[in-house]
């Protein structure tokens, strides 16, 4: 059993940065592949960063690549999202999500989900 607390969220200028956190707790964390997606309102919830366990390995959507990073820090069991270069278009709740069984883009193969937090940003 894994559960998951995202926070990190708000509201910044086009332009700006922010960085999301996932707290997770249960002793699977340290073996799970981790990810981060999102939902903005009247859409479907997208892919937008993973990781596997190691944090060796990650994957990016395109319209994310070389704007945020995915890293985790597994003496905090905490992953996070540094989002850079944001845009007006990537406001929206960011969920974090675990149990997938490798880098999938899809959200039905993560087991574990967060409650979400909302990332607003201004024009």
């Known amino acids: 059993q894994v559960q998951l607390v995202e926070s990190g969220g708000g509201l910044v200028q086009a332009g700006g940065s922010l960085r999301l956190s996932c707290a997770a707790s249960g002793r699977s964390f340290r073996f799970s592949v981790m990810g981060w997606f999102r939902q903005a309102p009247g859409k479907e919830r997208e892919f937008v960063a993973a990781?596997?366990?190691?944090?060796?390995?990650?994957r990016y959507a395109d319209f994310v690549k070389a704007r945020f990073t995915i890293s985790k820090d597994n003496a905090q069991n905490t992953v996070y999202l540094q989002m850079n270069n944001l845009k007006p278009e990537d406001t929206a709740v960011y969920y974090c999500?675990?149990?997938?069984?490798?880098?999938?883009?899809?959200?039905?193969?993560?087991?574990?989900w967060g409650q979400g937090t909302q990332v607003t940003v201004s024009p």
């Open positions: 999500a675990a149990g997938a069984p490798d880098l999938h883009v899809e959200a039905r193969r993560y087991t574990y």
């Open positions: 990781l596997v366990a190691s944090g060796s390995y990650t």
